[in-house]
């Protein structure tokens, strides 16, 4: 019991996790039907320069402000400089954005080197407490608030602000947008913004979960990141919450039992989901023609 | 004939030159870079097929290419290195392959490209975990890889390159052939106008599966060179990397031209070993990925036909005009 | 009578086509310019050269003087141009509040307008909080001409309000449009003749993306020679 | 042989939470030409999407050549005869016209999976090459489809539309964006594959001299409801066809 429910526990925060990458996806497929493979990437530099910050500055306010910070300079500069070139050519996108993933895990290198860094976590946040069986540290709990709090704001600004608005009848219908009188470019570049803002969240959160900051972790992250969209239905901000949660305590549970097969079991449950509902559990049908 | 010769010369003269290379330069560092070519140009040209005839692109080719290694690296290895472990492991491996790229047809082929692509990334990173995992330890060695012996009659260099590149050149004439036959006709149409393919009475999902089985036996073949020319076989094959490399290739060569990928794995093979080399006193060479990643960028916005592309293109426009 | 907007010799091509092959219109200040043609002739294509959707190969598209080409929709929109699609003029998925919303920004003026377009179509107060795609296609029609109402633009262009629509709820159009026309200016896109001919004051008619006739509307409605030439409203009693 | 007739019983079809056929049942017989008119938004190019398979049915039946085809694909609804034209250019951007033709030719013959490395059939170039005659394309054989006139491209629609033999022609507007010019030889074309009484035709037009000239029968919708039925002759005298089809305008005075 105690075990299933330490694995209940760092499936949530796994899940967590998961969410803010998967929300930031969903977003801009959502709007833009641009799916980002260069995702992972902005989520390692969010990773990489949070720790940076946090181990020269001691400010993990400062980190993650920074993390998320060159998550959304990179995100618009990719957005503004090569994305909108290629928005009516699906291949293209995904080639564009393979190569913006390549480049981000690439140069990372550069400053900080092929190996791993290790991420310390905050003093504030490093208590735990026994509670039955289960170890509950503090850290964990405060990237479950992150994520809940994130979700929640999403779904307010989604559905109670003007660009919420914007954005909704943007996904449906962006030439009429226009015809409002609406920036839809501009728009779009926001929305890219606020999705690579949540990687480089992601990220900084990561590093001192995880331990340690990777050169791999932008494309293992992302991996799991586009199971879940697919799982939960690429376009839906709650699929992306109910997919990062079912994945979360998958791989939670699976990698206790079996190490590395987690990829393995996640890779089952999209394809089962994939033959059940192609649309993902909460995405929308697309017609055919 | 004279439409022939114009057509085949050059590739044949090519094809003269590269047979030559051994007696004119000898065995060792070039036969092996081009024993790699030829392997990755196999493995570009099956993608071309998906890519440049259905339109679909994939992340994880490398899922078949791996198979193609580690499956007649572990018959050969459990062997010992005879005939017979290379010719069951061939067989095996293709069979795989076949229904491996059926399962993947068959969930991801009915539903959005982007799905496509997220779909073949994920399973090919599944086949790199499980290559890598402790549990098949006894087949595939784990993470430290295992060394392949070779049957006899491939133990020298000469006999390896030539066997590669008779295999390479066998290949390519069934994928022309194939491009060329009416099955092949209706994967342009896919391409052009899926849509209207449909609604001529051609079941789309089947002719895209077709292709996408013919093109994962190829790319099964070309790890099947691969291993043999290497022999060895490590996760590496299974890595997201080499199907990045591969689709590097590809669209450098030119997309839909099939002999784009010869010329797209010379480049960026010989790229590679150069600037490892060149890492070696210059360590900033060694992150030559970023370059890769300029050049998705920069082939997608200004040269999205590739290489072969642009000079089919021009000598067509060209003469046009003369007609 | 002077033009709001001016359009010379329009071509466009789309895909290689050419859709546009030389349209001219002029739509004066508060009237209803009608523009006519059969299926496939180039009225929506006009309309979207207008708006900024597609580009142009020549020709000019001229607002207040102000040349038009080269401005995104959102600018040419905020100019003062409102637009209503043949299909696809509202968000299906937003509620008939956030439709009417997504057109401005609340302010006293809006809520003015905003209560003079449900005074006029009482049926979208009632479908105050419904998603946009569960009304009636009638209901959809008037959210899309109160959207307009709204926005209030200085320049409508109107494309087949009528289109789909039952006997009775062109009625109801035919009343809203001349309740429009006494705020603005319109130009409409419109197969129904006879509604094209209560309502328009001018007309111009496309033939193969080109305009072949233009005048005021007693003129066409009196000219049954023109109508059958250019609308291809063949009269059959003859043959009959 | 099976006559291959087309039923249709008390079809319904919605779209976009909007109802746009409904309780519609009709027959067309092998042979007869029939042309469907109405005013815009009536529903005819919905009607030929459900019978095609490009739109799906909530309710009623598409029964054609004895096959309830009601939820058959598109492409098995093609392979057992039905051909389907569109208002808009539909065709292969890069294909020569000879290929496209050959494409038809495939889809018709099968194109059986044992000939993955064979050539392409001769004689099916040389049938294709008899369809571009057919439709005055012979000297466009080698060109590439995206670089013909729009009158040439709704010929090659049409050629590739004859090249799969069907039994019943759905075409939509077939002389809709084309030049003035241009639509005499498209008519002829169609009246001679009419008076070839191979095929079942249903017809979307807008041009009532061409359904005068296209067709022995003529239904009339309105919202997504038969308004008439019968001869042309018979239809367009119908007042309340006229008042539907023409917005109601007086044509008495001609």
């Known amino acids: 019991m105690g075990i299933f429910l330490t694995l209940a526990l760092n499936g949530i925060v796994n899940g967590s996790l998961y969410f803010l990458m998967a929300a930031g996806l969903t977003l801009i497929f959502g709007l833009m039907r641009v799916v980002n493979f260069a995702h992972g990437g902005l989520y390692q530099w969010g990773a990489y320069l949070a720790t940076f910050v946090f181990a020269t500055t001691d400010n993990f306010v400062l980190a993650l402000a920074v993390g998320m910070l060159i998550a959304i300079i990179l995100g618009i500069v990719m957005e503004r400089g090569l994305i909108s070139f290629v928005y009516h050519n699906e291949n293209g996108q995904l080639l564009v954005t393979m190569g913006i993933m390549l480049i981000l895990t690439e140069l990372i290198k550069v400053p900080f080197g092929p190996s791993e860094l290790s991420s310390n976590t905050p003093t504030d946040l490093s208590n735990s407490w026994l509670v039955g069986q289960v170890v509950i540290v503090q850290y964990q709990l405060f990237m479950i608030g992150a994520s809940i709090v994130v979700f929640i704001l999403l779904l307010w600004i989604l559905h109670k602000t003007r660009l919420g608005m914007i954005v909704r009848a943007g996904v449906y219908n962006p030439e009429l947008v226009e015809a409002c009188g609406i920036a839809i470019g501009r728009v779009f570049t926001i929305v890219f913004a606020l999705g690579a803002g949540l990687a480089g969240l992601a990220g900084a959160l990561a590093g001192p979960y995880l331990g340690a900051v990777t050169p791999t972790m932008g494309f293992d992250m992302q991996l799991s990141a586009f199971i879940i969209v697919v799982v939960g239905g690429l376009g839906s901000l709650t699929g992306s919450f109910i997919g990062s949660m079912i994945i979360g305590i998958l791989t939670a549970v699976v990698s206790f039992y079996f190490s590395s097969l987690a990829v393995l079991v996640n890779v089952v449950v999209m394809v089962i989901v994939l033959l059940i509902r192609p649309q993902g559990l909460f995405g929308e049908r697309e017609s055919a023609t | ?323 | 009578m002077s033009s709001l907007l001016e359009v010379a010799d329009l071509h466009v091509n789309i895909g290689g086509y050419q859709i546009l092959q030389g349209v001219s219109l002029a739509v004066p200040e508060h009237a209803v310019t009608v523009l006519l043609g059969r299926n496939g002739a180039g009225k929506t294509t006009t309309m979207r050269s207008i708006m900024g959707y597609v580009r142009s190969a020549a020709g000019e598209i001229r607002w207040r003087g102000e040349r038009l080409q080269g401005l995104r929709p959102y600018q040419v929109a905020r100019r003062g141009i409102g637009y209503m699609p043949e299909e696809g003029h509202l968000f299906a998925n937003l509620t008939v509040q956030d439709n009417l919303a997504m057109v401005a920004r609340k302010s006293a003026s809006y809520e003015s307008r905003l209560e003079r377009a449900l005074t006029l179509f009482p049926d979208l107060r009632i479908a105050w909080s419904r998603r946009a795609g569960t009304l009636s296609g009638g209901q959809k029609q008037m959210l899309g001409l109160a959207r307009l109402l709204v926005a209030a633009p200085a320049l409508m262009l109107i494309d087949e309000p009528s289109k789909g629509l039952s006997p009775g709820m062109v009625e109801v159009l035919a009343g809203a449009l001349s309740v429009l026309r006494e705020a603005t200016t319109i130009l409409l896109v419109e197969q129904n003749f006879r509604l094209a001919s209560r309502v328009g004051d001018h007309f111009s008619v496309i033939d193969e993306g080109r305009t072949c006739l233009s005048g005021s509307m007693e003129q066409l409605v009196a000219r049954v020679d023109w109508q059958q030439q250019y609308l291809g409203l063949t009269a059959t009693r003859e043959e009959v | 042989m099976i006559e291959m007739d087309l039923e249709l019983a008390h079809l319904r079809v919605d779209y976009a939470q909007t109802t746009i056929i409904q309780d519609l049942s009709l027959n067309l017989q092998a042979g007869v030409s029939m042309a469907l008119v109405g005013p815009n938004g009536a529903g005819k190019t919905t009607l030929l999407n459900a019978i095609s398979g490009h739109c799906p049915v909530q309710a009623g039946r598409v029964v054609f050549g004895g096959h309830d085809v009601t939820r058959w694909s598109v492409d098995r609804r093609a392979r057992v005869g039905m051909g389907r034209s569109f208002q808009g250019i539909h065709l292969f951007p890069h294909l020569s016209t000879l290929e496209s033709v050959t494409l038809a030719i495939a889809a018709r013959e099968g194109t059986p999976t044992g000939r993955l490395f064979s050539r392409v059939p001769e004689q099916w170039q040389q049938e294709a090459h008899t369809y571009l005659q057919q439709t005055a394309l012979s000297h466009h054989a080698g060109k590439a489809a995206n670089t013909l006139s729009h009158g040439d491209k709704r010929k090659l629609e049409l050629a590739m539309l004859l090249a799969l033999r069907p039994a019943l022609l759905l075409l939509d507007e077939p002389t809709a964006g084309m030049a003035l010019a241009e639509v005499p030889v498209m008519l002829g074309l169609l009246e001679e594959i009419k008076a070839s009484g191979k095929y079942a035709i249903l017809l979307v037009e807008h041009k009532l001299d061409v359904v005068f000239r296209l067709s022995d029968e003529v239904v009339v919708l309105q919202q997504g409801s038969i308004l008439a039925q019968g001869t042309a002759h018979d239809v367009m005298a119908d007042e309340r066809v006229q008042a539907a089809y023409l917005g109601g305008q007086h044509v008495e005075s001609t």
């Open chain 2, 1 to 323: 004939m004279t439409r022939h010769t114009r057509q085949f010369g050059p590739l044949l003269l090519i094809l003269v030159v590269v047979a030559l290379v051994p007696v004119l330069f000898g065995v060792g560092g070039i036969t092996n870079l081009l024993e790699q070519v030829f392997a990755f140009a196999l493995f570009a040209m099956s993608y071309d097929l998906l890519i440049g005839y259905t339109g679909v692109v994939s992340f994880g080719h490398a899922v078949f290419f791996g198979t193609g290694a580690y499956v007649v690296g572990i018959f050969l290895a459990h062997s010992g290195g005879s005939s017979g472990g290379l010719l069951v492991g061939t067989c095996v491996a293709l069979g795989m392959s076949i229904l491996l790229s059926l399962l993947i047809a068959s969930i991801s082929l009915r539903i959005r490209t982007v799905y496509f692509a997220m779909i073949t990334l994920a399973v090919g990173q599944t086949f790199y975990v499980l290559s890598g995992s402790q549990m098949l330890q006894p087949l595939t060695n784990a993470d430290d890889g295992m060394t392949v012996p070779l049957p006899v009659w491939l133990t020298h260099d000469r006999p390896v390159y030539y066997f590669s590149l008779a295999v390479l050149v066998l290949c390519l004439v069934l994928l022309r052939l194939f491009v060329r036959s009416p099955v092949g006709l209706v994967l342009q149409g896919i391409r052009e106008n899926e849509g209207r393919v449909l609604t001529l009475g051609h079941s789309v999902y089947r002719f895209k599966s077709i292709a996408f089985v013919i093109s994962g036996l190829m790319a099964t073949v070309a790890g099947i060179l691969y291993v043999i020319a290497q022999t060895f076989v490590s996760t590496g094959v299974y890595d997201v990397s080499i199907s990045l490399d591969v689709l590097l290739m590809t669209i450098i060569g030119g997309i839909g031209t099939l002999y784009g990928g010869l010329l797209g794995a010379l480049i960026i093979i010989v790229a590679q070993t150069e600037f490892t080399n060149l890492a070696g006193t210059y360590p900033i060479f060694g992150r030559y990925t970023i370059l890769f990643g300029v050049l998705y960028i920069v082939i997608v916005r200004f040269m999205p036909r590739g290489i072969v592309g642009t000079i089919l293109e021009s000598i067509k426009r060209r003469s046009g005009q003369e007609g």
